[in-house]
T-cell receptor, first 115, second 115 residues
């Protein structure tokens, strides 16, 4: 499978715990995006990377959230001290920068439930 | 600021009939517009995009969309609906003049195609 891969697919955690999600983009895609989707809503942008550089962050990305892409390949999204409001689907997407305005391809997401 | 409105939460259509899913947008510059589809427990799948050129854009699975600048709309259409088209559809926009890469999504429209 050469699509965007996310791990885990589901995560249940207790409030206050830290969680980390991983995203493996499509090979050769140098842009990587994180979005969050809550029930009944469209995805909301969190952040994006070009290679290893984090170029844009949403105001939704509070201090408890941190994203990395250390080698310009896979990325991790960590949420510290989780809150019930963090329960959502976290979507990763990737795209190719050398083609202008190319569309982003999404993974299947990680569903986080904070209890 | 960029925004998208999908005025219908749900659209019902009989199989074989034409379908339209509505989308209007707001950007300060020139829009890049996208349609994605989401099946249950699946990630977002790209359908089509408008960047420049012809106002009628053709995409995957027989879908097309018409860009109307004066009405700031980008409605998704298909001449003959299939039961398998039943899914959640998202319109998204990016302002080409800001340099930002983040897509802003609408809240989605559930398409139900009845046999």
């Amino acid at each position: 499978d050469t699509g965007v891969s996310q791990d885990p697919r589901h995560k249940i955690t207790k409030r206050g715990q830290n969680v980390t999600f991983r995203c493996d983009p499509i090979s050769e895609h140098n842009r990587l995006y994180w979005y969050r989707q809550t029930l009944g809503q469209g995805p909301e942008f969190l952040t994006y990377f070009q290679n290893e550089a984090q170029l844009e962050k949403s105001r939704l990305l509070s201090d408890r959230f941190s994203a990395e892409r250390p080698k310009g390949s896979f990325s991790t999204l960590e949420i510290q001290r989780t809150e019930q409001g963090d329960s959502a689907m976290y979507l990763c997407a990737s795209s190719l920068v050398r083609q202008l305005n190319t569309e982003a391809f999404f993974g299947q997401g990680t569903r986080l439930t904070v209890v | 600021a960029q925004s998208v409105a999908q005025p219908e939460d749900q659209v019902n259509v009989a199989e074989g009939n034409p379908l339209t899913v509505k989308c209007t947008y707001s950007v300060s510059g020139n829009p890049y517009l996208f349609w994605y589809v989401q099946y249950p427990n699946r990630g977002l799948q790209f359908l089509l995009k408008y960047i420049t050129g012809d106002n009628l854009v053709k995409g995957s699975y027989g879908f097309e969309a018409e860009f109307n600048k004066s009405q700031t709309s980008f409605h998704l259409k298909k001449p003959s609906a299939l039961v398998s088209d039943s899914a959640l559809y998202f319109c998204a926009v990016r302002d080409s003049d800001t340099g930002r890469r983040a897509l802003t999504f609408g809240s989605g429209t559930r398409l139900q195609v009845q046999p």
